[in-house]
């Protein structure tokens, strides 16, 4: 059964910084797309960053750029997202995604992180 499991989140306070991580299991990242998502309640998901794992290609969304950075290994199923210096608007459930063109598209089961002010 393909599946992604987020760890990482937490509590943290303003200016802090956390890292998350998200592993595959049941596929490979192979040729697919992943991404991190967020998502406050009340609110509609969005994008945060995304990570090619054709070419390496990443994204950011312009609220989290020079903050946030992702990363991979895709051989060994891992996605990362660095964030430094948080703030209280980044508040929110992140979530993994992986897709592959309109084939295949798996989410994980998001992980909270809280920044105090």
């Known amino acids: 059964e393909a599946q992604l499991v987020e760890s990482g989140g937490g509590l943290v306070q303003a200016g802090g910084s956390l890292t998350l991580s998200c592993v595959a299991s049941?596929?490979?990242?192979?040729?697919?797309?992943i991404g991190w998502f967020r998502q406050v309640a009340g609110k509609e998901r969005e994008g945060v960053s995304c990570l090619s794992a054709i070419d390496r290609d990443t994204d950011y969304a312009d609220a989290v750029k020079g903050r946030f950075t992702i990363s991979g290994d895709i051989a060994g199923r891992t996605v990362l997202l660095h964030m430094n210096r948080l703030k209280p608007e980044d508040t929110a459930v992140y979530y993994c995604n992986a897709r592959y063109k309109d084939w295949y598209n798996y989410w994980g089961q998001g992980t909270q992180v809280t920044v105090s002010s």
């Open positions: 049941g596929f490979t990242f192979d040729d697919y797309a």
